[in-house]
């Protein structure tokens, strides 16, 4: 009995050997797999719409996508507190589908791996810091529904080449592309009224940019440090630019300020060479009424106490000269 059974056995054994060396190589591969154990990709959600909005979220960890889905605005966050913080750094792409209308305050904040997101026309405003820090981030288009663009929405974002604004949006507030060292050009539509105060501060690789004339108010610092710019157009709608709006940018060789200006803050053009401006403005440090020549430079100089304004305080500041009349 015993030998009947290990002859059985052995029959068995020889029998799976030959098998598996007669058949075909896929046939194998396929038995490989089929024994093979893989862990399936983890998916992770969970609610983050603000009081009474039905949104919600969910990350494919795998492939890196977050979509935001449902109707209603998102949740506002304080910096390192939305739902999918603890998996940012596999987060690649957002996808925030039709019908969520607000992306909340810090949202998206620190996600580094971040290269694309989608943003529909149901969004009508971005929220602070929304995108902030999102270094891999290299364009971004925002839809003709975003009436705002909150401070620090883009912040930092180093890789970020190009933005397409929509022509809803009313007002870039303060910080929102500050440190973008990496966009170029900017089109900024004539839907715009105001420019915050640092909105693209120190925009190194910023070259031009091209003002509308429904702009009446330009912030402090808004263009300061951007050393790439070598042309601004501002238009006769602008009334005010504020402390050192374009101060630093070592690029910009001229400027002309339009008549309809009333209020420049100091330093407002500190290191501009050549300011081209005939109009009266009012208001500390200004009492300026005439454009005087000299040297390599125009310069506005304050005729009651006969000495340049803080428009280019730095170039002229020991210059002492009389005003001409």
Known sequence: MMKTFWKRTLAVWLAAVLLVASAPAAGIAGMASFLSVTAAAETV?????????????????????????????????????????????????????????????????????????????????????????????????????????????????????SVTIGNSVTRIDSFAFEGCISLASVTIPDSVTSIGSYAFYRCTGLTCVTIPDSVTSIGDEAFSGCTGLTSVTIPDSVTSIGFRTFSVCTGLTSVTIPDSVSSIGSYAFYGVGN???????????????HVNKYAEGYFVFDSAERKPCFIAAELCKNLLLSRTV
């Open 45 to 161: 959600s969970g609610d983050c719409g603000a009081v009474g909005s039905n949104v919600t979220w969910s990350l494919d960890t795998e492939a890196g996508v977050l979509t935001i889905s449902g109707t209603g605005a998102m949740t506002d966050y304080a910096y390192n507190s939305s739902p999918w913080v603890s998996y940012r750094s596999s987060v690649k792409a957002v996808t925030i589908d039709s019908g969520v209308t607000t992306i909340g305050k810090y949202a998206f904040y620190g996600c580094t791996g971040l290269t694309s997101v989608t943003i529909p026309d149901s969004v009508t405003s971005i929220g602070s810091g929304a995108f902030e820090k999102c270094t891999s981030l290299t364009s971004a288009t925002i839809p003709d529904s975003v009436t705002s663009i909150g401070s620090y929405a883009f912040r930092g974002c180093t890789g970020l080449t």
């Open 275 to 289: 300011i081209v401006y005939s109009g009266s403005a009012t208001g500390s440090p200004w009492g300026a009424k």
